[in-house]
């Protein structure tokens, strides 16, 4: 998010020095490297559950990394199976029920995610057969046609039938009123 502003590069080399002079960083990564990740503490928790329950698949890589930790757990806790996905490294979509996109930033990362065709033509296949999907902001975003950055077209999933332009600056933000058609599958459509 704070990419949008001019100053990042100097903030960042700021922090950067404070760091460097407030924080033993040997010590911080010694302790860091004894911990587990986050994903074995929720695989564990899965193998402690001993249900059988659906398969969801998680993307969850440098692309889609926001994720609420409540939710996964959530997830786990009502007897779900978290199988993880790299947008970028796995050119198989495994065998899941479900799949969940959280946010990120895939317009930074457009050139690696759209490299992987072999994925990304998987994942609009199963949704096109049926396959139930979460999507956050930047799983939206992945499920689009494509993200133009900087004028250049990078092919995305292609399940919604658009394409997510980047801007230099915010194009707005607000409320919208919606109104539902016959063809929706949930609610009435609405009256004019």
């Known amino acids: 998010p704070a990419g949008e502003q001019d100053l990042l590069l100097e903030r960042v080399e700021k922090l950067g020095r404070l760091v460097s002079e407030n924080v033993n960083l040997e010590a911080l990564l010694a302790v860091a490297a004894q911990a587990c990740s986050f994903d074995e503490v929720i695989q564990e928790k899965v193998t402690t559950l001993k249900t059988v329950g659906p398969k969801i698949g998680v993307i969850k890589d440098r692309a889609f990394s926001f994720y609420y930790p409540e939710n996964l757990e959530a997830l786990v806790e009502k007897g779900a ?52 999907v979460y999507a956050e902001c930047g799983g939206l975003m992945y499920l689009s046609n494509g993200i133009i950055v900087s004028g250049k077209h990078y092919p995305m999933v292609g399940v919604f039938d658009c394409d997510v332009q980047m801007e230099k600056k915010p194009q707005g933000h607000g409320y919208t009123i919606q109104k539902t058609t016959a063809a929706h599958p949930f609610f009435p459509e609405a009256s004019s």
Do not use: C, H, Q, W
């Not at 796995?90 to 895939?106: E, H, T």
């Open 81 to 132: 199976e978290l199988i993880f996905i790299d947008a970028i490294k796995d050119k198989v979509l495994p065998s899941i029920d479900g799949l969940y996109i959280g946010g990120g930033f895939p317009e930074v990362m457009a050139d690696e995610i759209s490299a992987n065709e072999s994925l990304r033509l998987t994942i609009k296949a199963r949704i096109e057969d049926e396959l139930p």
